[in-house]
């Protein structure tokens, strides 16, 4: 399973990317997962719902099923938060593991960067990042620069730099 990160500052648009990215990648014939660190304390569950009942009872997983789709829920309570290369393998395998954020994690990165932000650019404290996506103009990088609204383009990046080079979009003759 090859895995590709999207990494940049919070409003910089990566989950806008990824939901573009994603059926570009599908339609290409990769099967696409995602996996998406958040920051800020989340819950995919409702008060008063079953699940939540238990895990609110002290259940350390709760795992939810019907004919559509399945969710398991792991409360670390005191445990650490677990980083990407443990969080992995419990993915199942795919063609492509699209990372968003996990920013200080060790895996190959497209920075999503917005100057308008007046934020650093992370590339230059990140060796993994290989690429920058920006709406910038004369955006000055050592790294290729990829026109954020592009999405083709970033495609085409991402299958090179994943070794997917036979699915890469033939340019128009």
């Given at each position: 399973?090859k895995?590709?990160?999207?990494?940049?500052?919070?409003?910089?648009?990566?989950?806008?990317?990824?939901?573009q990215?994603i059926?570009?990648?599908?339609?290409?014939?990769l099967?696409?997962?995602?996996?998406?660190?958040a920051?800020?304390?989340?819950?995919v569950?409702?008060?008063?719902?079953?699940s939540?009942?238990?895990?609110e009872?002290?259940?350390?997983?709760?795992?939810?099923?019907?004919?559509?789709?399945?969710?398991?829920m792991?409360e670390?309570r005191?445990?650490?938060?677990?980083?990407l290369?443990?969080?992995i393998?419990?993915?199942?395998?795919v063609?492509?593991?699209?990372i968003?954020?996990?920013?200080?994690?060790?895996?190959?990165?497209?920075e999503?960067?917005?100057?308008s932000?007046?934020?650093?650019?992370l590339?230059?404290?990140d060796t993994?990042?290989?690429?920058?996506?920006?709406?910038e103009?004369?955006l000055?990088s050592?790294?290729?620069?990829?026109?954020?609204?592009?999405?083709?383009?970033?495609?085409?990046?991402?299958?090179?730099a994943?070794?997917f080079?036979?699915?890469?979009?033939?340019a128009?003759?």
């Open positions: 399973m895995v590709f990160g999207l990494a940049g500052w919070s409003g910089s648009g990566k989950t806008t990317l990824l939901k990215l059926p570009i990648l599908v339609e290409r014939g099967k696409v997962s995602t996996l998406k660190h920051h800020h304390k989340f819950d569950d409702k008060p008063g719902k079953d939540y009942e238990h895990r009872a002290g259940a350390s997983e709760v795992m939810i099923a019907s004919g559509n789709r399945w969710a398991l792991h670390l005191d445990e650490k938060e677990p980083t290369q443990e969080l393998p419990r993915m199942t395998p063609d492509l593991l699209l968003e954020g996990f920013k200080k994690e060790d895996h190959q990165k497209l999503v960067y917005r100057p932000l007046g934020k650093r650019m590339h230059k404290d993994n990042i290989i690429a920058v996506a920006t709406d103009d004369f000055e050592t790294l290729p620069v990829i026109n954020l609204n592009d999405v083709e383009a970033i495609a085409d990046f991402i299958c090179k994943c070794d080079n036979h699915i890469v979009r033939k128009a003759d």
